[in-house]
């Protein structure tokens, strides 16, 4: 297995960070994630737009221009031989003797790596997924998509415990969004309902895509936070990342949402989202 370190492209045995790397010792860095499907990058402009903005907002100069990420992240999967699942990259603040203040004259420490994964053709797609729903204990930047995860570690390890797959993060009795996805209900009048963007969420690009192919499709959108007793009470349910598109959620906290089945508009939307991403057997 190859991956990619401050340039070089090694195997993973050999890729060593410094034990003083701020990444290690503080979660000082921010990081992106982005798809692959029949060896094309999906929405690989606003990943780079978005890892721009994060490390804009922690104070972190980008080492590389959209270019140079796009051939990097395009020879890794090509080493790797993947042409579906999942690249990683995360770029920290480097390495320096530990010390709150920034260090002068250090170098951003990046890596990036890829998970080979059938997403297409997931099986999670046809059964649906189950989710419960735990407070949201992160901080108040969501909007950065910050290496610490901490907080969504402690929620998805609690679902997996209570046999579900994902967390829905709940603050004020709205939720967040998941632990590591957007989170979406359809109401009973066939109207997709997803919490609008601010420093409480993350602004997930598959979100973002999926926005602009319901309204294509003329499927109302209401942009408003939801309740957790709303997503009891809805006709559908679904989330949306970039490793997995678009996946029914057909449990909430051991409730069936409607007849724990996926719903008409979410398969309607996740066919749509594959269309886009150009999956062959859709295109
Ligand atoms: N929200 C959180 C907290 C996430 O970690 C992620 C993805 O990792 C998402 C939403 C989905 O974002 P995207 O569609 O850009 O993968």
Known sequence: RIVFLNGSFLPIEEAKVPFMDRGFMFGDGVYEGIGMLDGRLIDNEAHLERLE??????????????????????????????????????????????????????????????????????????????????????????DIKSINLLAQVLAKQAAREAGAQEAWLVEDGFVTEGGSSSAFIVT???????????????????????????????????????????????????????????LPVVSIDGRAVADGKPGPITKRLRELYLAMAGAPALA
């Open 53 to 142: 903005r994060s490390l804009a907002e922690i104070r972190i100069t980008n080492p590389y221009t959209r270019a140079e990420w796009t051939s990097f992240q395009e020879e890794l999967a090509r080493r790797n031989g993947m042409t579906e699942g999942f690249i990683y990259f995360q770029v920290t603040r480097g390495v320096a003797e530990r010390d709150f203040f920034f260090p002068e004259d250090t170098k951003p420490t990046v890596a990036m790596f890829t998970q080979a994964k059938a997403i297409a053709a997931a099986p999670a797609a046809q059964t649906g997924i189950a989710v419960i729903t735990v407070p949201d204990l992160r901080w108040q930047r969501r």
């Open 188 to 246: 009973k009048g066939g109207s997709i309902v997803v919490r609008p963007l601010s420093n409480a969420i993350l602004p997930g690009i598959t979100r973002k895509s999926l926005l602009q192919l319901s309204k294509k499709a003329r499927i109302v959108l209401e942009e408003r936070r939801f309740t957790v007793e709303e997503a009891y009470d809805a006709a559908e349910a679904f989330l949306t990342s970039a490793s997995n598109f678009v």
